[in-house]
């Protein structure tokens, strides 16, 4: 009788040790999802407690380079979200959440499009109404955003690219020709990552059109270039189709991107609503602050004024700079 007792309190301290390497585990996991942390197939087995064949055919995943390939552990999702030095690394979520999109690419379902973003509430520092009187129509320029709209590797890439093409990079101009409206430095021809953002654009631009309610058109040429502030830079308000070789113009693109950790302040883009003033389409007082945020593009009407306000780059290094590719949709 003594020997079953004790037996049975073997086989409880047993299960208890278990529970707790299990609760363990599962806190481990849990910071992995609320932390974003990437880890490799190995890293993966070690936190899973994967066997070796189960690991065996995560490695065919990875040989096979399916991005997105996902399974199931306990009521979480592990998805293979990106391929570096041919090792594979696995993102984990809640399997009730949803994953953002972290590889917006030519093979993306189109059954599953990136999340666009409406522009917020208006608040004190989002949107700022100013002494406007009450017979003043004024439209509210509307703007989509997309986060994370390249994957980890393309940004990378990207950022280093741009920063060993600094030679390259000239000053900017403007219609005006006024050295005093716009300073920073811009490249034109940059094929090995403008191809790429022009066919992303492209394949977005029905979704974005209707998102923001502008009237269908027939998309014709897509344009393209990589601009640089650094400290001090800036562009003040215009808008995009206001002389004759930009009239059809119809849509505006900028996309985000900088060195982490982000080593500015300020060059956030102002989106100006508009009134009608003597028969032409005007800036109003109300506007939108929107911050450069790292690997986010925005899409507003190309006849929406705004500006960018002065970059703040103490180190004034080159690389440290607020990074964009932007550009217009014309309509044919």
Known sequence: ?????????????????????????????????????????????????????????????????????????????????????????????NHQGKLQNHNINLSQNDKNPPTIKDPKPSTNNESILLDISISEKITPSPYALIDDFLSPTQLNELLRYSINKQPEFVPTTNSASDPNYRRSFYLAHFPEFSDLMLKLVRKITPQIISHLGINNFEIGQIEAQMTAHNHGNYYKIHNDNGSPDAINRILTYVYYYNREPKAFTGGELVIYDSKTEDGYLVAAKSHKVIEPTNNTIIFFPSHCMHEVLPVSCPSEYFADSRFTINGWVRHT
């Open 1 to 93: 009788m003594q020997a079953k007792h004790l037996k049975s309190k073997i086989i409880s301290e047993d299960s208890n040790n278990q529970f707790a390497r299990l609760v363990q585990q599962l806190d481990h996991v849990k910071h992995v999802v609320e932390s974003g942390f990437w880890l490799s197939t190995k890293e993966l087995g070690i936190l899973l407690d994967l066997d070796t064949s189960f690991i065996d055919s995560l490695n065919a995943e990875v040989d096979s380079q399916t991005i997105n390939y996902s399974f199931a552990w306990r009521n979480f999702e592990c998805i293979l979200v990106d391929l570096q030095f041919e090792e594979g690394f696995w993102a984990i979520r």
